[in-house]
């Protein structure tokens, strides 16, 4: 999922584990402060690249224009599942699309173009699922998922696995612009959430909050 990110940052110097939780306008423009109150870096126009409720959180003390249309987002969660199942020979599938109330999607990584050839499997809850269970402790929705799957596989699966929680997964209901632009504040806020669910639409997102 980050392989794109980490070819573009190559040649930058970006800083990782820094949460910004606040802009501060300031005469030269705006100031990153993160959880600690310190300053991480000064720019005159920023970029938001984040999930829509968390862009709102930092973008509302600074009076950016498009509020209203990130506030009318709506995400939807998922709990992924990563597992090492059997080989995709042995079950005579590459992929199952909703086969059943707790899992959407089961996928083997090996049917992608220019992957090894390997046990690796993803599997992806349903949404009504994942919002019923969102809070619940990971350990417990790895031992439902790894279950779930094994079912569906008909074949055991067993650890080393692991469950992400993915609170702001998939873009019911987008912004409906390829980004979000206030020019009289140098701010920009950009993500799949502006256009729709694939990773196309946070790629075009991006393009048009890079092109301002």
Same mark, same amino acid.
């Given at each position: 999922?980050?392989?794109?990110?980490?070819? $573009?940052?190559?040649?930058? $110097?970006?800083?990782?584990?820094? %949460?910004?939780?606040?802009?501060?306008?300031?005469?030269?423009?705006?100031?990153?402060?993160?959880?600690?109150?310190?300053?991480? &870096?000064?720019?005159?126009?920023?970029?938001?690249?984040?999930?829509?409720?968390?862009?709102?959180?930092?973008?509302?003390?600074?009076?950016?224009?498009?509020?209203?249309?990130?506030?009318?987002?709506?995400?939807?969660?998922?709990?992924?599942?990563?597992? $090492?199942?059997?080989? %995709?020979?042995?079950?005579?599938?590459?992929?199952?699309?909703?086969?059943?109330?707790?899992?959407?999607?089961?996928?083997?990584?090996?049917?992608?173009?220019?992957?090894?050839?390997? %046990?690796?499997?993803?599997?992806?809850?349903?949404?009504?699922?994942?919002?019923?269970?969102?809070?619940?402790?990971?350990?417990?929705?790895?031992?439902?998922?790894? $279950?779930?799957?094994?079912?569906?596989?008909?074949?055991?699966?067993?650890?080393?696995?692991?469950?992400?929680?993915?609170?702001?997964?998939?873009?019911?209901?987008?912004?409906?612009?390829?980004?979000?632009?206030?020019?009289?504040?140098?701010?920009?806020? &950009?993500?799949?959430?502006?256009?729709?669910?694939?990773?196309?639409?946070?790629?075009?997102?991006?393009?048009?909050?890079?092109?301002?």
């Amino acid at each position: 999922m980050n392989a794109v990110v980490r070819a $573009e940052a190559e040649e930058l $110097e970006p800083t990782f584990g820094s %949460r910004i939780t606040r802009l501060d306008r300031t005469p030269e423009g705006w100031a990153l402060v993160d959880l600690d109150g310190t300053v991480v &870096c000064r720019a005159p126009e920023v970029v938001v690249a984040v999930p829509a409720p968390q862009a709102q959180v930092l973008l509302e003390p600074t009076g950016f224009r498009h509020l209203d249309a990130i506030e009318n987002v709506v995400l939807d969660p998922v709990w992924a599942f990563m597992f $090492e199942g059997p080989d %995709r020979s042995a079950v005579g599938f590459d992929v199952l699309e909703r086969p059943s109330p707790v899992i959407e999607y089961l996928e083997a990584q090996a049917s992608k173009p220019g992957r090894a050839e390997d %046990r690796a499997w993803v599997a992806h809850a349903t949404v009504a699922w994942s919002r019923a269970h969102l809070e619940d402790e990971r350990a417990s929705v790895e031992r439902v998922l790894g $279950e779930e799957v094994a079912r569906l596989l008909g074949h055991p699966v067993a650890p080393p696995w692991s469950a992400h929680r993915w609170r702001y997964g998939l873009v019911r209901t987008p912004a409906g612009a390829p980004c979000l632009r206030d020019e009289s504040l140098g701010l920009v806020a &950009c993500g799949d959430w502006c256009l729709g669910p694939a990773v196309e639409h946070a790629l075009a997102s991006g393009r048009a909050a890079g092109s301002g």
